[in-house]
Each structure stands twice: as structure tokens, then as C-alpha cells.
């Protein structure tokens, strides 16, 4: 399922290479000691958490409110405990830009060393990549992906997207434990401060009827046939809240896409989403499609909605829920303590847990 997301401003530029040399070994002590203390499903169960990853980014002494402090905590995690991973049966993959796009090697790489089957867990990060991309049309382009799983092969996904218009970017956290379907309602629960209006969601339960005709549509009508149907939107006049454009669409390159499909003669929604070159301009294309032939609308609903992990100061959603609150906190703040580290890094470390709570 997926766990929840977080909704963060863009943040550009890098961490500073000081902090960065400390928040690697920091990182690497709080886990090492968390996988020996609990186990290593269970740092793998944390950092599921968006809120527990959050008090983690923030621990490591990162920008807590920015889109950065995604990208950093993940990179000094894996640089951390990199070398490690036989000694932990922990391994991540992944990363953000050029270095997510290498994800399903270094799985593969690790099946290799390890001797195990990759190809499961490969496909899981492809699956979970495309779900947030083209199933979930939110307006967030995926630019960050890590795959993090252990020796048990129970896997997370910690991806992040970009939204260029309201300069926001929303992070995504998947677990394996209670996958039942990549494709309907995938989610726990999606975390953020704001509802997006535009969006095409292929995976709410609202859509399992578009999600079959789609599959019937490639399977059952010619490319050219789609094609021409597709033609035919320029007359219509969609509702307002449609995110679609006739002109965003390549017809050509649609074409080649669907007789691509076509050829592989998918059984099922799960099946044509991981075509090679099904993307979501493809899955826009069949949802009007399908809209035009059978009348099928999907759900264009966000389901991304309000959370809080321990209320708020003001009594809104519901007042700060205190013992849960220095649990929390109390689980991090033993970690550091009992950690390998030098006085001045673990006075800095503890110094900012202390003030998540006003101590002083």
C-alpha cells in the first residue's frame, strides 16, 4: 500500500558539503542501532512513515520544510550504510535524477552479489515509479526514486515529484507488507496540505470500469481506429475540470504506442501500465476514448487529504497528542544517545530533538 505522501516547496541547489560529512555518519548510527535494537523491518517500517522520515530529515539537521531534505536524508541513509548491506540485510537503490533511472540495475546488481531473484522487486519499483506517474495524474513529475528493501525482500518506495507551476513538491512512500493491487486504490493514506483540481486518478476505486475498457479498447479496436476516435474530440465540449487537451497529444507516436500494445495483447489494466511507452499521455488518450465510445468517465478526484501525526499547536485537526508525541521522539533521542558518535555531533543531534518540543 501506500503509506501517505508529504507536500514540500522546491528547494534547488545542494547541502552543504559540511553538513552533508556529518548527517552521513549520523544517519548511518541512528539506523545501525534501530536494526539492531527492533530489527530491520522495522527502520524499514519507519522510514514508510512520511512523518517519521520527516523527524528524520530534521534530526540529520536538514532544511525541515523544503523538498531537499528528501533528497539529502535518502543520500546520506545509502551513502552511510553503503558496504553494509550483507552485514544489515539492508540494501537501497535509487536516487534522485539520472541516478533513479538506475534503480532496477543496482536491484539487479545486489541479486547478483546476494544470490536471490531481483526480478520481483524490479518490478515493484517500476510499478510503483508508473502508478505516481501516468495511473495518478496529480501534476507532480517524478524526478526522485528510491527502492530500499531487506534480506526478506519486504521492499519501501520513497519517490518524489515536482509541480513547476505551484513550485511544490510532494513525496510519495510506498510498503510492500499489504500490497493487493498496484492498480486500485494502492494507497493508505496521501498526506499533504493541498488538494490538487486537475487530476486523473486511474487507481481510485471510482475507475475500475475505465480501467477495463482501456484494456478492451487495445486489445479489441486498431490503432488507426483509436486513433480516429481520438480525432474526434476536437468537436466536443469537455467539462472544465477535464485535465486533458487534444493538442498536448503526438498522434503519430500515439499510434505507434497502441499497435505497440496491441501486440502484447495485455489481460488487464496492471498489464498494459507496464507496457514499454505506456506513459500518461497514452492513458489520457484511452480514458477520453473510452469516455467518447462507452460514456465511462474516471475519477478525477485527488486523494491526497488532510493528516496530521500528532494534531496541531491550535487544536486543529485535534489537540497535540503528547504521549504519542514524546514516543515519538523518545525512540529518536535513545537512538542518538546510544550511538557511536563524538560529543559535539550527538549534543548537536540532541539539541535539535529537544526543540521539537520546546525544551530547552
Same mark, same amino acid.
Given at each position: 500500500?501506500?503509506?501517505?505522501?508529504?507536500?514540500?516547496?522546491?528547494?534547488?541547489?545542494?547541502?552543504?558539503?559540511?553538513?552533508?560529512?556529518?548527517?552521513?555518519?549520523?544517519?548511518?548510527?541512528?539506523?545501525?542501532?534501530?536494526?539492531?535494537?527492533?530489527?530491520?523491518?522495522?527502520?524499514?517500517?519507519?522510514?514508510?512513515?512520511?512523518?517519521?522520515?520527516?523527524?528524520?530529515?530534521?534530526?540529520?539537521?536538514?532544511?525541515?520544510?523544503?523538498?531537499?531534505?528528501?533528497?539529502?536524508?535518502?543520500? +546520506?541513509?545509502?551513502?552511510?550504510?553503503?558496504?553494509?548491506?550483507?552485514?544489515?540485510?539492508?540494501?537501497? +537503490?535509487?536516487g534522485k535524477g539520472a541516478t533513479s533511472r538506475k534503480t532496477p540495475h543496482e536491484i539487479e546488481a545486489f541479486g547478483q552479489q546476494y544470490g536471490f531473484d531481483a526480478a520481483p522487486l524490479v518490478y515493484a519499483s517500476k510499478m510503483s515509479a508508473k502508478v505516481d506517474s501516468s495511473a495518478l495524474q496529480d501534476g507532480y513529475q517524478l524526478y526522485h526514486h528510491n527502492f530500499i528493501?531487506?534480506?526478506?525482500?519486504?521492499?519501501?518506495?520513497?519517490?518524489?515529484?515536482?509541480?513547476?507551476?505551484?513550485?511544490?513538491?510532494?513525496?510519495?512512500?510506498?510498503?510492500?507488507?499489504?500490497?493487493?493491487?498496484?492498480?486500485?486504490?494502492?494507497?493508505?493514506?496521501?498526506?499533504?496540505?493541498?488538494?490538487?483540481? +486537475?487530476?486523473?486518478?486511474?487507481?481510485?476505486?471510482?475507475?475500475?470500469?475505465?480501467?477495463?475498457?482501456?484494456?478492451?479498447?487495445?486489445?479489441?479496436?486498431?490503432?488507426?481506429?483509436?486513433?480516429?476516435?481520438?480525432?474526434?474530440?476536437?468537436?466536443?465540449?469537455?467539462?472544465?475540470?477535464?485535465?486533458?487537451?487534444?493538442?498536448?497529444?503526438?498522434?503519430?507516436?500515439?499510434?505507434?504506442?497502441?499497435?505497440?500494445?496491441?501486440?502484447?495483447?495485455?489481460?488487464?489494466?496492471?498489464?498494459?501500465?507496464?507496457?514499454?511507452?505506456?506513459?500518461?499521455?497514452?492513458?489520457?488518450?484511452?480514458?477520453?476514448?473510452?469516455?467518447?465510445?462507452?460514456?465511462?468517465?474516471?475519477?478525477?478526484?485527488?486523494?491526497?487529504?488532510?493528516?496530521?501525526?500528532?494534531?496541531?499547536?491550535?487544536?486543529?485537526?485535534?489537540?497535540?497528542?503528547?504521549?504519542?508525541?514524546?514516543?515519538?521522539?523518545?525512540?529518536?533521542?535513545?537512538?542518538?544517545?546510544?550511538?557511536?558518535?563524538?560529543?559535539?555531533?550527538?549534543?548537536?543531534?540532541?539539541?535539535?530533538?529537544?526543540?521539537?518540543?520546546?525544551?530547552?
Amino acid at each position: 500500500m501506500k503509506v501517505g505522501t508529504a507536500q514540500l516547496p522546491l528547494h534547488f541547489g545542494s547541502a552543504p558539503k559540511w553538513l552533508f560529512e556529518r548527517m552521513v555518519p549520523l544517519a548511518r548510527q541512528i539506523a545501525l542501532y534501530i536494526i539492531e535494537d527492533f530489527g530491520v523491518s522495522d527502520l524499514l517500517y519507519k522510514l514508510s512513515d512520511p512523518f517519521w522520515f520527516q523527524a528524520l530529515g530534521c534530526v540529520l539537521g536538514f532544511d525541515w520544510h523544503s523538498s531537499g531534505l528528501t533528497t539529502t536524508t535518502t543520500g +546520506a541513509l545509502k551513502e552511510g550504510l553503503k558496504g553494509l548491506e550483507k552485514e544489515t540485510g539492508f540494501f537501497m +537503490a535509487g536516487g534522485k535524477g539520472a541516478t533513479s533511472r538506475k534503480t532496477p540495475h543496482e536491484i539487479e546488481a545486489f541479486g547478483q552479489q546476494y544470490g536471490f531473484d531481483a526480478a520481483p522487486l524490479v518490478y515493484a519499483s517500476k510499478m510503483s515509479a508508473k502508478v505516481d506517474s501516468s495511473a495518478l495524474q496529480d501534476g507532480y513529475q517524478l524526478y526522485h526514486h528510491n527502492f530500499i528493501f531487506t534480506n526478506q525482500r519486504k521492499w519501501i518506495v520513497v519517490q518524489q515529484g515536482m509541480n513547476e507551476k505551484n513550485k511544490m513538491a510532494r513525496r510519495y512512500h510506498w510498503i510492500s507488507e499489504t500490497v493487493k493491487s498496484f492498480v486500485e486504490e494502492p494507497q493508505n493514506a496521501i498526506c499533504c496540505d493541498r488538494k490538487e483540481t +486537475a487530476v486523473l486518478n486511474l487507481i481510485a476505486s471510482q475507475s475500475q470500469g475505465i480501467r477495463k475498457l482501456e484494456t478492451k479498447l487495445v486489445n479489441e479496436i486498431s490503432p488507426a481506429g483509436l486513433v480516429s476516435h481520438f480525432q474526434k474530440i476536437d468537436t466536443l465540449k469537455l467539462p472544465f475540470h477535464h485535465p486533458i487537451y487534444a493538442e498536448d497529444f503526438d498522434l503519430g507516436r500515439l499510434k505507434k504506442i497502441l499497435q505497440f500494445v496491441k501486440e502484447t495483447k495485455p489481460q488487464d489494466f496492471e498489464a498494459l501500465l507496464s507496457a514499454k511507452g505506456v506513459g500518461p499521455k497514452t492513458l489520457r488518450a484511452l480514458s477520453l476514448i473510452a469516455e467518447l465510445i462507452y460514456g465511462q468517465a474516471p475519477s478525477f478526484r485527488d486523494p491526497a487529504r488532510f493528516a496530521f501525526a500528532h494534531g496541531g499547536k491550535d487544536g486543529y485537526p485535534f489537540p497535540v497528542e503528547r504521549t504519542t508525541y514524546d514516543a515519538s521522539i523518545g525512540v529518536l533521542e535513545k537512538a542518538v544517545r546510544w550511538a557511536k558518535l563524538g560529543y559535539y555531533e550527538e549534543k548537536r543531534a540532541l539539541k535539535r530533538l529537544h526543540q521539537l518540543t520546546g525544551k530547552t
